[in-house]
């Protein structure tokens, strides 16, 4: 009976080192899953850098364990990154129809689509060299050598800016002295180093610059609405999140912060 006592009592104790030791190896994984960050990556139009890095700060003290990681670009070359299955949770666009193509093809995740801002188109010029310019119909003026635009088929600001010409029956005659760039931050860039006389580009744009000065809006109706749409991407391995970041950008706080940097809400 004595050797059966002393047995059982070991065993007692071995039994309770295993569970005091199993009950902190999940103590453990449950603390480092809480506090391991999640990152969630957003392919966003260049235009919107500027206001999405001031989103990018408030959401952190919102969602402190929501890393966001951006990727900027024009929306085209975005476009054909998700659809050769590029690991995007959010795609915001500056043009619906690079948005549309994704959604006939059923890469977007279902209802969260929605139109999240509107801009406007500008032409500007290097500060205080204005070179005469006061419409974009000066733009067909002998002095005027080169002018900065997006390239149409993949920058969206590059299509608009198309659309603009031809409606003033220009686009033919200042084609050779265009400047075509990759994204509209490159074209602001070429206009604020004074590489060119002038170029087309966001209002929002022109308003995070202090090297360059407005010359004309777009005359009215002269181009399709420029409106930016937002949608989680179908392959997302965090829906949730993604489709709570979206709702984030609709809040009042973001609204603010899309504003101060001269967008306009949609919804």
Known sequence: ?????????????????????????????????????????????????????????????????????????????????????????????????KMDALEKQGLLLENTRKNLLKNNIVLIVPKEKRIGIKSFRDLSSQSIRKIAMGEPKSV?????????LKNLKIFEKIKPKVVFARDVRQVLYYVETGNVDAGIVYASDMKVSKGVELVADVPVNSHSPVLYPVAAIKSTKNAKLARELIDFLFQETSGRIFKNYGFELAE
């Open 156 to 164: 969206p600001i590059g299509h608009y800016a198309q659309q603009v």
């Open 1 to 97: 009976m004595r050797h059966r006592s002393i047995f059982y009592l070991l065993g007692l104790l071995s039994f309770s080192s295993t569970l005091v030791f199993a009950c902190s190896l999940i103590s453990n994984t449950n603390s480092s899953s809480i506090n391991q960050s999640t990152n969630l990556t957003i392919s966003a139009a260049a235009s919107l850098k500027t206001a999405m890095e001031k989103i990018q700060y408030l959401y952190g003290h919102t969602k402190p364990r929501i890393k966001l990681i951006y990727n900027f670009g024009s929306s085209g070359s975005l476009q054909k990154q998700i659809e050769h299955g590029a690991p995007i949770d959010v795609f915001i666009s500056a043009a619906t129809d």
